[in-house]
Nanobody, 123 residues
Framework: QVQVVESGGGLAHLGGSMTLSCAAS????????MGWYRQGPGIQRDLVAE?????????DYGDSVKGRFTISRDNSGNTAYLRMNDLKPEDTGIYYC???????????????WGQGTLVNVSS
């Protein structure tokens, strides 16, 4: 089984910064991508940023965060970070990490969600 745990959320002020972490662990054979999604109050869960292992480490960002947020991974490839700058009230929401991986126990590829971490940006 692959486990995903997010951390680093909390209260931030308008224009402030915050870094979220996403740690994947367990029976990981390989990770295809790690991504952050945001679910605001009453709205759907949308892509914030995603980083791929192949394709030269391709990175995709949601339009609303381009130029303000940066996704990265550590050398092990099992931890992803989301650096959020110039935070706005509309960045408020629960941030979920999605890991697309193959587990050694099942031998199949699947997406595993973390439990989410709340980010609250106050004005």
């Amino acid at each position: 089984q692959v486990q995903v745990v997010e951390s680093g959320g909390g209260l931030a002020h308008l224009g402030g910064s915050m870094t979220l972490s996403c740690a994947a662990s367990g029976s990981i054979f390989s990770i295809y991508s790690m991504g952050w999604y945001r679910q605001g109050p009453g709205i759907q869960r949308d892509l914030v940023a995603e980083i791929f292992t192949e394709g030269g480490g391709r990175i995709d960002y949601g339009d609303s965060v381009k130029g303000r947020f940066t996704i990265s991974r550590d050398n092990s490839g099992n931890t992803a970070y989301l650096r959020m700058n110039d935070l706005k009230p509309e960045d408020t929401g629960i941030y979920y990490c999605l890991v697309d991986a193959v587990s050694t126990s099942r031998g199949t590829r699947s997406g595993v969600w973390g439990q989410g971490t709340l980010v609250n940006v106050s004005s």
